[in-house]
């Protein structure tokens, strides 16, 4: 057998191996993962919609609302409390994914960023307290316009972005929700 063959079936070897591994690490590690990322999602909707206690999935059109992932109504005592919509808008660095809480009033009660990819020190600055609580009590009544928000210094796409992600939810809300559109 020549020495480049054997060459050939150890790197073959090796490779096997290694996707292997990689193969059993992302299934042992891929259902905690799922785990954390719904209870993160289901704290952040506890928190923009606070005082909501049981959170009831509501189907939404992929094909008419593409940026809603998810919405839920919020439920007290058998009452709805809100809605919470979890949305996404590209940013500077990539996907932005937000959960927005809106209360039976049409108020904008929370925002929260549970997933971003912007730049450090900039753009990841929308998961300061600072810019998303600029959201609150904002009405939902129609869609915020970017000049709304004080934007983060050096990061207005991202702040634009948020924005958007937000708008996103208020469009969903008052087409679906409040104008009898589609069943609360």
Same mark, same amino acid.
């Given at each position: 057998m020549s020495d480049t063959l054997k060459m050939g079936l150890k790197l073959f070897l090796i490779t096997v191996i290694a996707t292997f591994a990689l193969a059993l690490t992302q299934m042992i590690t891929e259902e905690p993962i799922k785990v954390q990322?719904?209870?993160?999602?289901?704290?952040?909707?506890?928190?923009?919609? $606070? &005082?909501?206690?049981?959170? @009831?999935?509501?189907?939404?059109?992929? !094909? /008419?609302?593409?940026?809603?992932?998810? +919405?839920?109504?919020?439920?007290?005592?058998?009452?709805?409390?809100?809605?919470?919509?979890?949305?996404?808008?590209?940013?500077?660095?990539?996907?932005?994914?937000?959960?927005?809480?809106?209360?039976? $009033? &049409?108020?904008?009660?929370? @925002?929260?960023?549970?997933?971003?990819? !912007? /730049?450090?020190?900039?753009?990841?600055? +929308?998961?300061?307290?600072?810019?998303?609580?600029?959201?609150?009590?904002?009405?939902?009544?129609?869609?915020?316009?970017n000049d709304d928000i004080n934007a983060i210094t050096g990061a207005t796409v991202t702040s634009n972005a948020v924005t958007g992600a937000v708008n996103y939810a208020i469009d969903y809300y008052r087409a679906e929700l409040v104008s009898g559109g589609g069943s609360q």
């Amino acid at each position: 057998m020549s020495d480049t063959l054997k060459m050939g079936l150890k790197l073959f070897l090796i490779t096997v191996i290694a996707t292997f591994a990689l193969a059993l690490t992302q299934m042992i590690t891929e259902e905690p993962i799922k785990v954390q990322a719904e209870k993160a999602d289901n704290e952040a909707k506890a928190t923009v919609l $606070e &005082g909501a206690e049981e959170f @009831v999935q509501l189907e939404v059109s992929k !094909e /008419t609302y593409p940026n809603i992932l998810e +919405a839920h109504k919020g439920m007290v005592d058998g009452n709805t409390k809100g809605h919470t919509f979890k949305t996404f808008n590209s940013g500077y660095g990539g996907q932005i994914v937000v959960i927005v809480g809106i209360d039976t $009033e &049409g108020t904008i009660t929370g @925002v929260r960023i549970v997933q971003q990819t !912007e /730049t450090p020190g900039l753009g990841a600055k +929308a998961q300061e307290s600072d810019f998303y609580e600029q959201y609150y009590g904002k009405p939902g009544s129609s869609p915020l316009a970017n000049d709304d928000i004080n934007a983060i210094t050096g990061a207005t796409v991202t702040s634009n972005a948020v924005t958007g992600a937000v708008n996103y939810a208020i469009d969903y809300y008052r087409a679906e929700l409040v104008s009898g559109g589609g069943s609360q």
